[in-house]
């Protein structure tokens, strides 16, 4: 099975930035998108930023221009740059990635893993 691990979460007072990043590992062949969402209490998760494995990108229109999604696909890993934090980006964190991988049956499969959230705080 395929594994996502995160780090780079915390507590920080609005305007100061953050990275986060998330590897994937396991009995990985390639992965296509990688993206971050967040889930703030009482709302519904939503996507922050995506990428493809050629590099493109999309962002939620709260978080253009003050954070930046990037991926090594060396180590099979995705990073957020999130820069002037605001209190309202206030959340969980989960990376998630479209994997084709190795399943237990020793067969080539494709689904969507997640990783088990990180949370980011951002006040004074």
């Known amino acids: 099975q395929v594994q996502l691990v995160e780090a780079g979460g915390g507590l920080v007072q609005p305007g100061g930035s953050l990275r986060l990043s998330c590897a994937a590992s396991?009995?990985?062949?390639?992965?296509?998108?990688m993206g971050w969402y967040r889930q703030a209490p009482g709302k519904q998760r939503e996507l922050v930023a995506a990428?493809?494995?050629?590099?493109?990108?999309n962002y939620a229109d709260s978080v253009k221009g003050r954070f930046t999604i990037s991926r090594d696909n060396a180590v099979n890993a995705v990073y957020l740059q999130m820069n002037s934090l605001k209190p309202e980006d206030t959340a969980v964190y989960y990376c998630?990635?479209?994997?084709?991988?190795?399943?237990?049956?020793?067969?080539?499969?494709?689904?969507?893993?997640w990783g088990q959230g990180t949370q980011v705080t951002v006040s004074s």
């Open positions: 998630n990635a479209d994997v084709n991988y190795r399943n237990s049956y020793y067969e080539r499969s494709r689904k969507n893993f």
């Open positions: 396991g009995s990985i062949f390639s992965i296509n998108a």
């Open positions: 990428i493809t494995n050629g590099g493109s990108t």
